[in-house]
């Protein structure tokens, strides 16, 4: 019985800036891959081109179009002419094959001679993933570092989302008034006796939700309790230093709440907390 040829979805893509350039117009690709699916009895199930678009860029018609549903449903290959026609990214790359892996698809790409049907073709990309694995984890030691030399020289916002009471106006940290209400709330209430359950049912039940519109509850009452930007101080990690915006609770203040959250810490182990440095 023959056996059933397997059906290839061919995609050809070119950015502006290549449209000139000999090798890398849209016909010359697709002649490349044509070849290649007679050479070794592929049918050929589509043909997708994606004209004027940039390699970084997903957000790509044909591209997406070939990945929807029912379409992908028509081909067992991806071929590419050159891995960089497909994806410049090595991130994005990387989240396509695996993609294709759930799918049970494989990928060439016939000037990198890359077959992911082959065991060679399986080992390279392992040896291309890993390679983008150690990239993104430099880049995350990288901005890592960078941070935290800001936080030890106190250069300021390291770009953080503003907190619930604050919002952010030309870079700074500028208070919520209807907000820091809440906030100023929160603390009082635990101060008096309430307990962090008792607190969220307290301001759900009353319709004061959390700034994206979500009920409050004890994890993030603690973070909004720990967070040493209300007593106008900004931190990363264990690094603590004094900021230039309001504050919407006094620092004394924040440093009696984290001594009384400490407290009801069975653990002595446990019992670390942040205390502000004030001139007092």
Same mark, same amino acid.
């Not at 010359?28 to 009895?41: F, G, K, P, T």
């Not at 970084?56 to 290959?77: C, G, L, Q």
């Not at 959250?261 to 440095?277: D, M, Q, Y």
């Given at each position: 019985?023959?056996?059933?040829?397997?059906?290839?979805?061919?995609?050809?893509?070119?950015?502006?800036?290549?449209?000139? @350039?000999?090798?890398?117009?849209?016909?010359?690709?697709?002649?490349?891959?044509?070849?290649?699916?007679?050479?070794?009895?592929?049918?050929?199930?589509?043909?997708?081109?994606?004209?004027?678009?940039?390699?970084?860029?997903?957000?790509?018609?044909?591209?997406?179009?070939?990945?929807?549903?029912?379409?992908?449903?028509?081909?067992?290959?991806?071929?590419?002419?050159?891995?960089?026609?497909?994806?410049?990214?090595?991130?994005?790359?990387?989240?396509?094959?695996?993609?294709?892996?759930?799918?049970? @698809?494989?990928?060439?790409?016939?000037?990198?001679?890359?077959?992911?049907?082959?065991?060679?073709?399986?080992?390279?990309?392992?040896?291309?993933?890993?390679?983008?694995?150690?990239?993104?984890?430099?880049?995350?030691?990288?901005?890592?570092?960078?941070?935290?030399?800001?936080?030890?020289?106190?250069?300021?916002?390291?770009?953080?989302?503003?907190?619930?009471?604050?919002?952010?106006?030309?870079?700074?940290?500028?208070?919520?008034?209807?907000?820091?209400?809440?906030?100023?709330? /929160?603390?009082?209430?635990? @101060?008096?006796?309430?307990?962090?359950?008792?607190?969220?049912?307290?301001?759900?039940?009353?319709?004061?939700?959390?700034?994206?519109?979500?009920?409050?509850?004890?994890?993030?009452?603690?973070?909004?309790?720990?967070?040493?930007?209300?007593?106008?101080?900004?931190?990363?990690?264990? /690094?603590?230093?004094?900021?230039?915006?309001?504050? /919407?609770?006094?620092?004394?203040?924040?440093?009696?709440?984290?001594?009384?959250?400490?407290?009801?810490?069975?653990?002595?182990?446990?019992?670390?907390? /942040?205390?502000?440095?004030?001139?007092?």
């Amino acid at each position: 019985m023959e056996e059933e040829k397997k059906r290839a979805a061919l995609y050809a893509r070119v950015s502006t800036d290549e449209q000139a @350039q000999e090798g890398y117009s849209l016909d010359a690709q697709l002649d490349v891959m044509r070849a290649y699916c007679d050479i070794h009895e592929l049918e050929i199930a589509g043909e997708y081109v994606d004209d004027g678009y940039s390699g970084t860029n997903i957000r790509r018609n044909a591209y997406n179009f070939m990945f929807s549903p029912d379409e992908r449903k028509k081909w067992d290959v991806l071929i590419v002419m050159k891995m960089d026609r497909i994806h410049r990214n090595s991130r994005n790359f990387m989240d396509m094959m695996q993609d294709l892996n759930r799918h049970k @698809q494989q990928f060439i790409s016939t000037y990198d001679r890359i077959d992911t049907s082959t065991a060679v073709g399986r080992f390279a990309m392992d040896m291309i993933q890993r390679i983008a694995q150690l990239e993104s984890e430099q880049i995350g030691e990288r901005t890592y570092m960078g941070m935290r030399e800001k936080a030890e020289s106190f250069a300021g916002i390291l770009g953080f989302n503003a907190p619930f009471g604050y919002s952010f106006e030309d870079g700074n940290l500028v208070i919520v008034e209807d907000e820091a209400e809440i906030v100023r709330e /929160i603390y009082n209430r635990y @101060q008096n006796g309430s307990t962090m359950d008792e607190i969220a049912f307290y301001l759900n039940t009353n319709h004061l939700l959390t700034k994206n519109n979500n009920p409050w509850n004890k994890y993030n009452l603690r973070t909004v309790l720990h967070n040493p930007t209300y007593a106008g101080y900004l931190h990363w990690e264990e /690094i603590v230093w004094k900021a230039d915006h309001e504050p /919407i609770i006094d620092p004394e203040f924040f440093n009696e709440i984290q001594l009384l959250i400490a407290s009801k810490i069975r653990n002595p182990a446990h019992r670390k907390c /942040i205390r502000l440095e004030t001139d007092t």
